[in-house]
């Protein structure tokens, strides 16, 4: 059994679209980013590479590289799976908290289990999405950024309930 955890900020901006957990979300700001800026999905991909000691997402998808200009994080997400699978393991269950102002995050929490779940051929009972504000403290208090932290454990394959 592996924990790996992981996180990610990205400032808003009116320009974009809001993506989180791989999911469309109305609002009037969305992440400014290389890559669609799913902070959720990043942090899941950081966490599955840290639990398997594979480093982070920015080794793997560097924001000088126009290959990933504006991808989908889902994307990204399936090839971080993919070394996940080729290195043996399987995920058990995944944790993340979303921190974001003034964005309402319940009316889509099951659409991102659900995408994500699908994605990765879970269980939707193995993906919990959680969301908290930061009190209005500092630049994610002031509404200028969204950020995520991901838990995930990881088995090794054979161990699979």
Do not use: W
């Amino acid at each position: 059994m592996r924990i790996g955890i992981g996180y990610d900020i990205h400032r808003l901006s009116e320009d974009r679209k809001l993506i989180l957990g791989g999911v469309e979300i109305p609002y009037i700001k969305g992440l400014v980013g290389h890559s669609d800026a799913d902070v959720v999905l990043h942090a899941v991909c950081d966490a599955i590479l840290g639990a398997m000691a594979a480093g982070d997402i920015g080794q793997y998808f560097p924001n000088t590289d126009q290959e990933y200009k504006n991808v989908c994080s889902v994307k990204l997400l399936k090839a971080v799976e993919a070394m996940m699978k080729e290195k043996g393991f399987v995920i058990n269950n995944i944790d993340t908290v979303i921190i974001a102002e003034d964005v309402k995050i319940s009316p889509f929490r099951d659409s991102m289990r659900k995408k994500i779940a699908d994605t990765l051929g879970l269980s939707i009972d193995a993906v919990n999405i959680k969301a908290t504000t930061s009190e209005g403290v500092g630049a994610l208090g002031r509404n200028e950024a969204i950020a995520a932290y991901a838990a995930v454990m990881l088995i090794e394959n054979d161990q699979r309930r």
